[in-house]
């Protein structure tokens, strides 16, 4: 089954700094990757997704992704951050599992932006 | 169009006692699961339905028990709470088919405290 790994529980970016959260991942077969995000006391919303259309994804709030097959990763990257991005931050693969999707989460990173 | 409906959005409960979480989706959806979240664990999949009258267990299903009489409705019931099943508990849906890129649809939560 595929999953998704995510590198650092925490990571801390000063306002305007790049925003770089790490996600590999492991599949035997092209896999479908998301990026969801969770406000405190939210559910997650949707950030973007890779469906292999194109390598490099752009999503919502100024958030891209590229997927990178020689890495086996699927980073999250922002040029300059703001303080509203402040959130905690899920990689996810889709398992496709006898025609039934499941999704598996990374274990999330939370993003604290520093003023 | 509501999305993802759950409640409640915060219980406390003995051990020992049952309850039901509801939800509720109006995206006429096949496919819903319910999630729960805990710290450093990320989200794991429970139980999940791909069409009315059609469930199966996720990761950690213990504990737990599903039931999917309408399209719309998938209520998680817990049978005799434990302080492990202390967590916050997400409903999510989706169209069924493993087509690329089905977006996840995540209720609110539900924070759960058993005591």
């Known amino acids: 089954a595929q999953s998704v790994t995510q590198l650092g529980s925490h990571v801390s970016v000063s306002e305007g700094a790049l925003v770089l959260l790490r996600c590999n991942y492991s599949s035997s077969v092209p896999p479908y990757l998301f990026w969801y995000v969770q406000y405190p006391n939210q559910g997650l919303q949707l950030l973007l997704k890779y469906t292999s259309a194109a390598t490099l994804v752009k999503g919502i709030n100024g958030f891209e992704a590229e997927f990178k097959k020689s890495e086996t990763s699927f980073h999250l990257t922002k040029p300059s951050a703001h303080m509203s991005d402040a959130a905690e931050y899920f990689c996810a693969v889709l398992n496709l599992s006898g025609g039934y999707q499941k999704v598996t989460f990374g274990t999330g990173t939370k993003l604290q932006v520093i003023p | 169009n509501a999305g993802v409906t759950q409640t409640p959005k915060f219980q406390v409960l003995k051990t020992g006692q049952s309850m039901t979480l509801q939800c509720a989706q109006d995206?006429?959806?096949?496919?819903m699961s319910w999630y729960r979240q805990d710290p450093g664990m990320g989200l794991r999949l429970i139980h999940y339905?791909?069409?009315?009258?059609?469930?199966d267990q996720g990761e950690v299903p213990n504990g737990y028990n599903v039931s999917r009489s309408t399209t719309e409705d998938f209520p998680l019931r817990l049978l005799s709470a434990a302080p492990s099943q202390t967590s916050v508990y997400f409903c999510a849906s989706s169209y069924s088919m493993p087509t690329s890129g089905n977006t996840i649809y995540f209720g609110e939560g539900s924070w759960l405290t058993v005591v």
């Open positions: 995206m006429n959806h096949e496919y």
């Open positions: 339905s791909v069409g009315a009258g059609i469930t």
